[in-house]
């Protein structure tokens, strides 16, 4: 049909949605193409979007030497002699089991093989790379030839432009990036998440096919014009589309009885089969819908998780069927050595599914029980002291059970001299258990236009060097790990929007503007809740209450032994 079908199935195509329309792509503006991409400007004409993709490849920043089309058939016969290509074992950090052919011919199939070796030929530093044939089956059926797609994923994978990630090339950015897409499941799918905690074993490892959905699940229609926005966009976008297949996934299969034994299974066949129920359209729509961090805040959330997985000597996919993960919600708490006054072990199960991946990596650890300790605060001062995040559990002599995930060591109150200021981040959120169960976060993740973040204006993104500054990251040597969502990166209408915590030697605070969420006093024996700004909470439990039994939980480091 044009110059750049040799490795296309015209039979498996959709030529319905194919336009013969000689359409011409001008536009250099990003807003103007951003728009354009969104809008399927050129993804009913073959031809167009071929073109579009060369150009759009082309403008990626590279590195200095990055194999070209000449380097391809300089190569080619070299590496892959007169065997045939499917008889050829490719490298380990691609699944050879998940190969999409999408819409190629033989010839096509063929070639993806052929360009996977090259690939790892010229980049040894590749160790993981599940995303790769599926990027490389999509532009080969937008290329004149197996040298020219080469060329092309070559410049996705030599992107040198910091602040412009592309496709994951390790397993530590792979698997932080599913910590990350865990963590904004939490924060974004409230429904889809509690769902996941509830059917599966290791709520992890369902998330960690995030990138099969898209890159190995999704129909080739679907993924192509996924494909069309993250050549604009970038890795966001990923993200976004994920997410809006797993709000469908909950939306179509909510209260229906599993298909199979797997909530991974089950997942994976919806995304293969999403024609049935959702339209290519339908599902960006849905995916543009989602107000989301700025690129700034998940690119420090990744960063984070990157640093947690390290800690943990968790850097590379070990040769094990079963490779280090997070200790699911069942094996971080363990029934037999967890002893709470105030909570059970699967009401602590509960609040481990809400808590950001990378804390979710340790195993609950009691830093102060009234029980023990005492009702005094300055107690509980110096047991909470050098721990971060920790987790408040209150009891009330009414048996109400409340309290909150706090993101930030207790000894920052210090900074404000004797003056009572608060300190933390966005990420700490207030609950209550008892009557019934609620989460309360940060206001601004539900509500974001009620601030604007500096980074906001994503086309205009500052590289990496600069918008991760020493101010963003603390050089702390303990190695702190809560640097997102800090209030100063977003312009709030008002100071109440971020009155996280707050403490002095007279009382305790979670939660200001308007009210508090908790009010403790210096005995830990009386306490008040009420709505407040930050939290837009309802108040947690009875408005003024006596404090029967008070718990700090830290988070113990079980990885390294």
Known sequence: MDEYSRFVDWDKMDVSAQSQDTKELTCTDFHELKQLARQGYWAK?????AKVYHKLISNIPCRTVTPDANVYRDIVVKIIGKRSSSSL???????DSLIPTYCLNAEGVGAVRKIILCISNQFPDISFCPALPSVIALLLHYSKDEAECFEQVCRILACNDPSKRLIDQTFLAFESSCMTF????????QAAHKLMVAVSEDVL????????????????????????????????????????LLKFFHKVRAGQPMESDSIQQDIRAFVRD??????????????????????????????????????KGITVKQKSLAPPKRQNVHLAVHAENFKSEIVSVKEMRDIWSWIPER????????LFTTLEHGCSLSRFYSHSEGHEPTLLLIKTTAKEVCGAYLSTDWSERRRGGNKLSFFGTGECFVFRLQ??????????????ELASTGSETENHTQPASSTLSSSSIPSDPSDRLSPFLAARHFNLPSKTASMFMAGSSECIIVGGGDGQALFLDADLNHGRTSHCNTFNNQPLCSESFQISILEVWGFRDTMNG
């Open 359 to 366: 804390f979710a990596l340790c195993q609950p650890l009691l």
């Open 274 to 311: 999403i024609a049935k129920s959702v339209s290519p359209e339908r599902l960006l729509e849905k995916a543009f819908a989602i107000r989301l961090f700025s690129r700034k805040e998940i690119q420090l959330l990744q960063m984070a998780n990157e640093k947690a997985l390290q800690q």
């Open 45 to 49: 004409n073959h031809s167009l979007r």
């Open 205 to 244: 490892e369902v998330y960690s096919d995030w990138q099969r959905w898209l890159f190995g699940e999704l129909p080739m229609a679907y993924i192509a014009r996924v494909f069309d926005v993250f050549l604009v966009e970038g890795y966001k976008v990923l993200y976004r589309v994920a997410l809006a």
């Open 182 to 189: 865990g963590d904004l499941v939490n924060k974004y799918c």
């Open 435 to 448: 009557p019934e169960v609620e989460r309360y976060e940060w206001v601004i993740i539900k509500h974001p």
């Open 89 to 95: 074992a490719l490298p380990e950090f691609v699944d």
